[in-house]
């Protein structure tokens, strides 16, 4: 069964400086792993994704991610948070068939600090 | 291309009473999803149509639940006799098969369930 784990439930940062938000995760095939963002009060927003092309993957607002099979990791990353990123973040793994569900993470809440 | 919408945005209810859920998604995706989230925690899935057939429901979904979605446009989520373990978030997600199935959801503002 896919599975995915965050790491850390908060992530403190300073603003203008970089952003690492973990996740690892379990797929016993080549997995479709995406990042989302959900800001307060707002629907989740899709921040990119994998799905076996590029190793690295860019997505809107200066994030990235690498898929690293080896370490079975998705790591999401920015060079300069601003305090306009300060939300909440999940690492999810979609089925490879049937219905294509997603299994999310418990998330990551990323507070920017001025 | 308007986005997922969905109806209510909150719904607070007495323990015991019938509630029901829309969610439009963007039109010509085929595939939509229900997903419950509770504070703190990812979202979990609930069920999913393809077109208007329902293929999969989660053991999340009780009896008490039940989703349609007629002519494979909108659906609709209801939950009868409420109880307050029901409050959560309900988030709605559609998606367009792509050619190699892996079509990302995209979701809609979600409803706040408050059962009281």
């Known amino acids: 069964a896919q599975s995915v784990t965050q790491l850390d439930s908060h992530v403190s940062v300073s603003e203008g400086t970089p952003v690492l938000l973990r996740c690892n995760y379990s797929?016993?095939?080549?997995?479709?792993l995406f990042w989302y963002v959900q800001h307060p009060n707002k629907g989740l927003q899709l921040l990119l994704k994998y799905t076996s092309a590029a190793t690295l993957v860019k997505g809107i607002n200066g994030f990235e991610a690498e898929f690293k099979k080896s370490e079975t990791s998705f790591h999401l990353t920015k060079p300069s948070a601003h305090m306009s990123d300060a939300a909440e973040y999940f690492c999810v793994v979609s089925e490879a068939s049937g219905t294509y569900k997603y299994i999310f993470g418990t998330g990551t809440r990323l507070k920017v600090l001025a | 291309d308007t986005g997922v919408s969905q109806d209510p945005r909150h719904k607070i209810t007495k323990r015991g009473q019938n509630v029901t859920f829309r969610c439009d998604p963007i039109s010509e995706h085929n595939r939509l999803y229900w997903y419950r989230q509770t504070l703190g925690q990812g979202p979990e899935f609930l069920t999913y149509f393809q077109n208007e057939a329902q293929l999969e429901k989660s053991r999340l979904l009780s009896d008490r639940f039940s989703a349609e979605r007629p002519k494979g446009s909108f659906s609709t989520l209801e939950i009868q006799r409420t109880e307050q373990g029901d409050s959560a978030m309900y988030l709605c997600?559609?998606?367009?098969?792509?050619?190699?199935?892996?079509?990302?959801?995209?979701f809609g503002p979600g409803t706040r369930l408050t059962v009281t």
């Open positions: 797929s016993s095939y080549s997995p479709s």
């Open positions: 997600a559609s998606s367009l098969t792509a050619a190699s199935g892996r079509g990302e959801q995209y």
